[in-house]
């Protein structure tokens, strides 16, 4: 085993060393950062302070040039035709008086001049002169501009616009008057003062280092203050927003460049600072830091590896104790932690072990002795009490109540749970039903849980006297639990649930009202809740008189299903109608009419194997019936089937006797004795029966229709033969002529002596 410990708090003190070494360098780059982010926020702010400055002059121009365009004298002298009428002379020394006050009130214009387009002559604030004079005047001192080029600008419309005819020549223009500027006939020229513009931007000038130019909308240079040798240098490309910055190259040194954008004439305001005026003022802060780096290196140190032999020391005495103690291999583990850390981990894992198996043990004695109490077979006095604190079982009342829950089929709630075992399904499905049926019954009273013979056990300790309320919410409750189990896990649930028994001795009164409830549910079926009050009262007489077992007996030999059911039914009702029907006298009610079906089946004309699949496959079902009503099922299921075994073998006889009879008549119609006694002999069958035979196969009464085949052979005869009426008569069965006639005549209409003479 390694001394990795020792390594890892070394490597560690000495991490934590570098945390300060990083965090100052950290400093030192964010306070190089802030300084940067400083100067260019100052150089914006005074930017910002120019624009202002300049703004508010412009607007001040543009106020004048308003006024100048609105003024009376001046809108009627640029509309006037003729410029030689004396009045107009006058007019323009009215012009020149009111130009001169315009450019007297603001000290940022150079001079002004309104130039009429026509007349191709401009006033200024001292004279008139024509275009050429003009210009030589006031603009041929600048370079960057030709008489042509001043000429054209004069002729466009301008709607108060700040243009640059040369360098440091800026102008404000706009087109008079102002109401008609699209066909303005003269153009107002106010020249500004860039002596006074360069002194306001001259203002930001940094240590008297840095530049501050003015830039068009088209970032055209407009005016620079400070060192203009590299301007060419900067790329104005760069300028697209209202405002921001970025650095670059400016001859050999890095500048930092910041701009702001003007609103009231698109004009760009751009300082140029070097950035070496404020990196130095970093220099000292830089000297400190690493000062205190050299410090932190060379005598934090060796403090970091003294500190941590020191503190390694007590962990060494720890392992020296615990290594003979260890059972895992040494060797395996990986530093003196993972050494403490296997002991105390060996050492928990038996103790939870050991616990463990104590609570297993304590809750499997526990649901044993809650199952013995139930069952009543418990010490009584101390000893019962003992166990009792023994198991912590403390009881609040002595009032007590049993639920009692079987559990039926709970397959659908596995469909998707792949190979789990039997044995923990059933686990979980008691999982599922002791929690929330606990829960719901501890919103009321104290409830403790055990396994009884496979069904799970409810002893419920009242927490009120009123028995008639508490009755009520047992059954709630578990209506509730039925609810949720079954509709939420697809648990089926019988329930059966006792009455409410004074004192500990009642428990097992208790239990065994519960176990006999939930018996019941072989008469009225499972996945219910049976109290013990339904059951409690049960009739002990069966009506099965043996006048209706012969009546269900005959239904059942001359295959009437709908009335053997019918009887069936009527046993039935009239043992449950009355009162409850006990579990004994229920089962042997099942077991009566099972017995007289099968007698009845004894007494069917039926083969040896007849029936036989049938009544193995009744015997089997009823085996795995768990309910009175799947009883009753199987057997309205197996009458059905006896009942359709009969019928088609009356159906099959009753086709072969038709013959048979119909055969008999036809051959013995010349007999005079021929009666449906005779038949009944010969055949073995009863008049009355025999009489409703022929008339269901014929359509006819049994005289009708030997009568009616005595008149069809007679007709035969006499269309055949010359035998007389009287032979006719003989050889047809009739004892004398009159009956025959008369008879003939009933069923053609005619005598037989007239059915002749018509032939």
Known sequence: ?????????????????????????????????????????????????????????????????????????????????????????????????????????????????????????????????????????LHAGNKGITMKQWSDSMEKIYYGNFLQFADDDLVYMQSLPIQNASEAPATLVVMLNAERLKAAISNIQIAQAGSVLILDSTNKLLMTAGDSDHVSDIDFEQIQSAEGSFSQKWGKEEVTVSYVSSVENEWKYVS??????????????????YAGLFLCIFVGGPMSIWLTRRHYMPIRRMVDLVSPKV??????????????????????????????????????????????????????GSALAQSMESFDLRFETNRFAVLLFHIGDYEALFVDSGSRDAESKLQYVYYIVTNI?????????????????????????????????????????????????????????????S????LLTGIPLGFDEALEALEYKFVIGPSQIIPFDRIKRPKNELYYPLDMERQ??????????????????????????????????????????????????????????????EKHALIKQLTQCESFVEIEDEIYKFLKTVCDYVDSKKK???????????????????????????????????????????????????????????????????????????????????SNSNTFIRVFKRYEGITPGQFRKGE
């Open 652 to 734: 099959s006889h009753n086709t072969n006797l038709k013959d048979q009879v119909l055969s008999y008549i036809d051959e013995h119609l010349a007999d005079m004795d021929l009666s449906l006694t005779s038949l009944s002999l010969k055949f073995e069958v009863n008049a009355p029966y025999l009489s409703r035979f022929i008339k269901e196969q014929s359509g006819e009464t049994f005289i009708d229709y030997v009568n009616k085949q005595r008149v069809l052979l007679a007709k035969q005869l006499m269309t055949e033969t010359d035998d007389t009426i009287t032979d006719i008569t003989q050889k047809v069965g009739f």
């Open 327 to 380: 059972k895992s291999n040494i060797e395996g583990i990986g530093n003196e932690f993972s050494l403490l850390q296997s002991f105390m981990s060996e050492n928990e894992a038996l103790q939870v072990t050991a616990n463990r198996t104590i609570q297993k043990q304590q809750d499997v004695l526990r649901s044993h002795f809650l199952a013995r109490l139930l069952k009543g077979r418990v010490e009584s």
């Open 1 to 137: 085993m390694k001394r990795s410990v020792f390594l890892f708090w070394l490597y560690s003190n000495l991490t934590i060393l570098c945390i300060p070494i990083v965090i100052t360098m950290l400093v030192l780059f964010q306070s190089q950062h802030l300084l940067n982010s400083e100067v260019i926020r100052s150089n914006k702010a005074l930017l910002n302070q120019v624009k202002q400055s300049l703004d508010n002059q412009f607007k001040d121009i543009k106020r004048m040039g308003l006024q100048l365009s609105l003024d009376p004298k001046v809108i009627k002298y640029v509309n006037q035709t003729d410029f030689d009428n004396p009045q107009v002379k006058i007019d323009t020394l009215d012009l020149i008086t009111s130009l001169r006050s315009y450019a007297a009130s603001n000290g940022d214009i150079h001079d002004l001049y309104v130039y009429l387009k026509k007349g191709h002559f401009g006033v200024t604030t001292s004279t008139m002169n024509q275009d050429e004079l003009l210009f030589q005047l």
């Open 437 to 497: 049926t606990e829960e719901l019954i501890r919103r009321k009273h104290t409830v403790f849980t055990t396994e009884v013979d496979g069904m799970i056990a409810f002893l419920v300790n009242i927490q009120n006297d009123d028995e008639v309320r508490t009755k009520q919410d047992l059954i709630e409750i578990a209506q509730e639990a039925q609810t949720i189990i079954q509709g939420k896990f697809y648990i089926q649930l019988t329930i059966g649930i």
């Open 499 to 502: 009455d409410i028994h004074p």
């Open 552 to 613: 269900l007996i005959n239904h059942i030999r001359t295959g009437q299903y709908e009335e053997a059911m019918e009887a069936v039914s009527e046993l039935i009702v009239t043992n449950v109608s009355d009162g409850t029907l006990s579990l004994q006298l229920g089962k042997l009610l099942m077991f009566e009419l099972i017995g007289t079906i099968l007698k009845a089946i004894e007494h069917l004309d039926q083969g040896p194997n007849e029936l036989a699949v």
């Open 272 to 289: 140029i600072v070097p950035t070496k005026i404020y990196s130095a003022k970093v220099s000292q802060l830089r000297s400190w830091i």
